[in-house]
């Protein structure tokens, strides 16, 4: 029966491809080099192979017997255009998972999958023509075309439906559900029909659904489909829609919609998903398939064998090194090695990915290499799953050992796990070890002889037990060289001066991690760059040098270049950036703090994706270096992609899904150098770029500098450091009194700065002001008093007392004259913007005639003579705004700034890059969001602090409180 139901797809492709001659595999039969077996259950196996002729391959598969314990089940997201990585799949479902693979080819725009997806039995999407694979509720596959036909009847009605949840096709009949999970893509002039189905009915492949008219509109009136309602979308010729009865519809009228299958396989399946390569039939490659696909890469396919027996197969590739990857006629010839009679891909590059739960272990892991280093958001995954219930009785034991490959006459820790017939974990405790060959102490500790070898190690609980096969090797092909704290590879080493480096060598046969004793690696270095002990621990020399640091074993042998010098270089701050333009874009310094991160420039790039790209050439950036790449981005929300293109290979950084600042990392230790950067997408916008730097630690830094700062007898002193340079070179530091700059001694061995004060009759603000490489910036200030003759009678005693009287000295604030004759400050009294605005240029020293006129408010008479000026000028400084009113611009001078207004203002004086702190106060909730990033780092600083319990945003700033800002930012 089956070879009869196949015989219509062996007849299509033969059709299609010409009879172009089966594709002969390119490399006679492979022998593996290393083979690996693990049962999870009874029914479930997983097999990890590695070749090396001509080239490594690496393929995982899991082969599972139908009818016992595991059930096939398709998982998607909230709808079919969701994606989602295996892990995120995995917890779509009440089970638990045992094992699973990525499923069909789908459009990577939108998420919808190429061909059929069937699950629990209701159909959510159409075939499209395509072959597939179903699963019978016994759990037994099939591979075929389904051959969908769906029709639409009623009286005086016969409407052939096209394809549901499918894009729509000109001049078709398209139904679509609320599995569609958005808006149907439609555009122009359409008939819409809004279909209410009989409640608790499903679609199903066989069935029939009683639905009636509900309404009859337009593709603008038309919503996105509910639960419960169908939607038949159609635009195309008069006569079309005519022949199909449609003119005759009436709100209310009753049809019925059937869906049939050319395979009537198909219609008792519980989960069917789309195969768009069909590979082997009948026990035979297909021909033709390097004419659809001869490239070697990542692939998945699912494969039947005579017995029953399904295999989902993947392997990886596009690793150079590690895996090529296969063509589709190599896969195919591989599955039919396997004793497959039929097999189909589904896709593969970088969606390729194998995950099973392990016997032991609580969650299924990634088992394969997936070809980008992370995990794909995919369509929809195929699993096999298994109820979750408590575990049961002993059934399964894996043992395992971190590392693939034994050195002779090294060690390695052993662990085991068990599970139940349902893959149920089950702790194990006290197992009893044994080993052929070598020796295996009561705590899992195995010592492989002395010579190379195949050695077996067993476990056994209770009545079970687990076997583990691991290959002793005489001696590595390959060392690699790491810090002792990450996984990453050091292709390069920069360090600090006088730093300590714990480095780690691994040692890799055939790119499988070798266990290896660390007595057997010899330790070296070159250059006057430091020394490096026996356990691999490197002390850079006190001053900058470059070498080599060697580690070997046996024969083999890893050098890599060591630089001791700084850690952190800033490509670009764009703090002179030019402008510039190229297609769909164009860019050019910016200057409004609110679009800056890090100092008083970012680069804005104004973008137009009607080509569907816009590209920032980036050739000119420094290219040695640093081992990352980082920089920061000011979103637009716009859902857009953005890329960063390298010589060999183009990277997804991130999706702009949400509005504000993202920090993007780029590994150039493995990319390369960034050549520019790529934005994908539609329609029009604004992106903000800023602080492009080169590092070479694991993480960019992102914490200010740390300052400590002091005074005594007219000298002052401080302490600098930062935690990823260390000393900061004297001329990333700036001090200054009262705003003027002041000299200061400085050693840049120890960071320690001194500076005589200068003579004064008056208080003075001493501020000291860091930046390291990464942007990051920091200041801390002093208020150095001295008697003054207290100029106002209502400050002396006053909190702010002292802030008034340093202000009042440098011609910032004055006060006001009563009747009695004596000026009084009004520590009390509200600040108007007015007032602020002429404090803030005072504070500042602005030419306030340099200004006038450059900003126009539609409220500019109600401005007083004396401020009009200084709201000029901090208007076309950008520091104070107004606000947007049917009337235009207002300024609205004689209201009260509130103190979220004024932490903005004040924010947009200083340099970008400060750190930000939490906000403890219980009415944070009340802050702005336009004013949340000002009051975090004003809070970060200590300026602003609230009254202890509440922080007030939207109360009035007072001029006793306006003192103390001023004052604490000079």
Same mark, same amino acid.
């Given at each position: 029966m089956r070879s009869m139901k196949l015989t219509a797809v062996l007849l299509l492709l033969a059709l299609l491809l010409s009879l172009v001659p089966a594709a002969a595999a390119e490399d006679e039969e492979q022998t593996p080099i290393w083979k690996r077996e693990t049962e999870i259950t009874p029914d479930i196996r997983l097999t990890e192979t590695v070749f090396l002729n001509p080239s490594r391959q690496a393929e995982h598969y899991i082969s599972y017997a139908p009818g016992g314990v595991a059930r096939p089940v398709l998982a998607y997201g909230d709808s079919i255009l969701d994606k989602q990585v295996f892990p995120e799949a995995a917890a779509l479902t009440q089970d638990r998972v045992l094992a699973g693979i990525n499923g069909d080819y789908f459009v990577m725009a939108t998420g919808m999958p190429l061909g059929i997806v069937l699950h629990d039995g209701e159909l959510i999407s159409s075939d499209a023509g395509n072959a597939a694979f179903g699963f019978l509720e016994d759990g037994s596959a099939i591979l075929g075309m389904p051959g969908l036909t769906m029709e639409l009847s009623g009286e005086g009605v016969r409407c052939p439906v096209a394809g549901l949840n499918k894009n729509y096709k000109d001049g078709t009949f398209c139904l679509y559900t609320a599995a569609w999970g958005d808006h149907p893509p439609l555009s122009g002039d359409f008939l819409c029909v809004e279909l209410t189905q009989e409640e608790g009915q499903e679609l199903t492949i066989g069935g029939e659904i009683a639905c009636t008219v509900r309404s009859l509109c337009d593709a603008e009136e038309a919503a996105k489909p509910e639960e419960g309602v169908l939607l038949l979308c159609f635009a195309g010729a008069e006569e079309v829609r005519q022949a199909a009865g449609m003119d005759t519809l009436e709100i209310g009228m009753q049809l019925t919609l059937s869906i049939r299958a050319g395979d009537e396989r198909f219609a008792r399946c519980r989960e069917a998903l789309g195969c768009l390569y069909p590979l082997v039939m009948e026990g035979e490659v297909l021909p033709g398939l390097d004419e659809i696909d001869k490239n070697k890469a990542p692939r998945t396919a699912i494969g039947i064998c005579e017995d029953g027996t399904v295999i989902l197969y993947t392997v990886d590739g596009r690793q150079s090194g590690y895996a090529i990857g296969l063509t589709l006629a190599q896969v195919a010839q591989r599955l039919k090695e396997l004793g497959c009679v039929e097999a189909g891909a589904l896709d593969g590059g970088a969606s390729t990915v194998l995950a099973c739960q392990l016997p032991g272990e609580e969650t299924p892991g990634i088992q394969n290499a997936p070809s980008l280093g992370w995990l794909r958001d995919t369509s929809q995954f195929l699993l096999l799953t298994a109820p979750a219930a408590p575990a049961g009785q002993l059934r399964t034991v894996g043992v395992y050992c971190e590392e693939a490959v034994l050195l002779a006459g090294s060690s390695c820790r052993l662990r085991c796990g068990g599970c139940d017939e349902a893959g149920a974990p089950i702790e194990l405790s006290d197992p009893v070890w044994s080993a052929d060959v070598g020796t295996v102490d009561d705590s899992g500790v195995y010592t492989a002889p002395a010579e190379a070898c195949e050695a077996v190690v067993r476990a056994l609980c209770l009545d079970a037990s687990g076997v583990l096969s691991i290959p002793v090797i005489a001696e590595p092909e390959r060392i690699?060289?790491?810090?002792?704290?990450?996984?990453?590879?050091?292709?390069?080493?920069?360090?600090?001066?006088?730093?300590?480096?714990?480095?780690?060598?691994?040692?890799?046969?055939?790119?499988?991690?070798?266990?290896?004793?660390?007595?057997?690696?010899?330790?070296?270095?070159?250059?006057?760059?430091?020394?490096?002990?026996?356990?691999?621990?490197?002390?850079?020399?006190?001053?900058?040098?470059?070498?080599?640091?060697?580690?070997?074993?046996?024969?083999?042998?890893?050098?890599v270049q060591a630089a001791v010098t700084d850690s952190v270089i800033c490509a670009e701050d764009f703090e002179e950036a030019e402008s510039g333009f190229a297609p769909g874009l164009q860019w050019a310094q910016e200057t409004n703090r609110d679009k800056v991160k890090f100092g008083s420039s970012s680069l804005r790039l104004d973008y137009d994706l009607a080509e569907g790209s816009a590209e920032l050439p980036m050739e000119a950036y420094p290219t040695e270096l640093g081992e990352h790449a980082g920089f920061w981005l000011l979103s637009d929300g716009s859902g857009n992609k953005v890329y960063s293109v390298h010589e060999n290979v183009t990277l997804l950084l991130g999706t702009l899904e949400h509005k504000g600042w993202i920090h993007f990392t780029v590994d150039t230790g493995l990319a390369g150098r960034i050549k520019s950067l790529r934005i994908i997408g539609s329609g029009k916008g604004t992106l903000w770029l800023d602080q492009l730097i080169l590092f070479s630690d694991e993480e960019p830094d992102m914490e200010s500098p740390v300052i400590r700062l002091e005074a005594e007898d007219g000298y002052l002193s401080a302490q600098v450091w930062d935690r990823a340079e260390g000393i900061l070179p004297a001329e990333k530091l700036k001090l200054t009194v009262d705003g003027e700059p002041c000299l200061f001694a400085y050693d840049d061995r120890s960071g320690f700065l001194t500076a005589i004060l200068p003579d004064s009759?008056?208080?003075?603000?001493?501020?000291?002001?860091?930046?390291?490489?990464?942007?990051?910036?920091?200041?801390?200030?002093?208020?150095?008093?001295?008697?003054?003759?207290?100029? /106002?009678?209502? +400050?002396?005693?006053? $909190?702010?007392?002292?802030?008034?009287?340093?202000?009042? &000295?440098?011609?910032?604030? !004055?006060?006001?004259?009563?009747?009695?004759?004596?000026?009084?400050?009004?520590?009390?009294?509200?600040?108007?913007?007015?007032? /602020?605005?002429? +404090?803030?240029?005072? $504070?500042?020293?602005?030419?306030?005639?340099?200004?006038? &006129?450059?900003?126009?408010? !539609?409220?500019?008479?109600?401005?007083?003579?004396?401020?009009?000026?200084?709201?000029?000028?901090?208007?076309?400084?950008?520091l104070i705004q107004g606000a947007a009113t049917d009337q235009g611009l207002v300024f609205m001078p004689q209201e009260a700034l509130t103190r979220a207004q004024a932490a903005v203002i004040l924010g947009r004086t200083m340099p970008g890059g400060r750190m930000a702190s939490d906000l403890p106060w219980p009415d944070a909730g009340d802050i702005p969001e336009w004013a949340r990033t000002y009051v975090s780092e004003l809070a970060f600083m200590g300026v602003m602090s609230g009254d202890g319990e509440r922080f007030d945003p939207n109360g009035p700033l007072t001029r006793a409180q306006a003192a103390k800002l001023l004052s604490e930012l000079t």
């Open positions: 690699s060289l790491y810090r002792e704290d990450s996984d990453k590879e050091l292709r390069q080493l920069r360090v600090l001066p006088g730093s300590t480096t714990e480095l780690t060598a691994r040692a890799f046969w055939h790119q499988m991690k070798v266990c290896c004793a660390d007595e057997l690696f010899q330790w070296s270095v070159e250059g006057e760059i430091g020394s490096i002990d026996e356990t691999g621990s490197f002390t850079a020399a006190q001053k900058a040098a470059s070498g080599y640091i060697s580690v070997q074993c046996g024969e083999a042998v890893c050098r009759t008056h208080s003075l603000r001493a501020c000291l002001t860091a930046a390291d490489r990464s942007g990051n910036y920091n200041s801390a200030s002093l208020l150095l008093t001295a008697p003054y003759a207290q100029p /106002f009678p209502d +400050m002396t005693g006053h $909190w702010a007392q002292p802030y008034v009287e340093h202000l009042h &000295s440098l011609g910032v604030l !004055a006060g006001r004259l009563a009747e009695d004759g004596s000026t009084y400050f009004d520590p009390n009294s509200k600040v108007t913007r007015a007032e /602020f605005a002429v +404090m803030l240029c005072r $504070w500042l020293k602005v030419d306030t005639s340099a200004y006038e &006129s450059a900003v126009s408010f !539609a409220d500019e008479a109600s401005i007083p003579p004396w401020a009009r000026d200084s709201v000029q000028a901090a208007a076309t400084l950008k």
